[in-house]
């Protein structure tokens, strides 16, 4: 099946970042643009891991953004996406 402009288009603007942090886009956005057995890879900025609190640690806070709150870990964002029902996450990890 190809695609059409359009979805590519769709596509490209869906993935720009913060990357489906969102509870709902992945469902209503991203997943019916892949097909039946079809995969989808992302690379963005995150953590290694959850921090414990809201706050960033000491040492980050005078750098730190509001908009940085999308940096997760890959547990996190294994336990997002595979949460929906709609993927099955076959690697998430700090690679490099």
Known sequence: MSRSKE???????????????DDLHLGSHLARLVRPEGQI???VPGLVQEWPSADPPEHLQPHWSWDFSCFHSP????????RSGLMTVESAGVYG
Do not use: C
């Open 41 to 43: 890879g992302i690379v």
């Open 75 to 82: 547990d996190w964002w294994r336990r997002h996406w595979e």
């Open 7 to 21: 979805e590519l288009a769709e596509a490209l603007k869906l993935a720009e970042f913060p990357f489906g942090t």
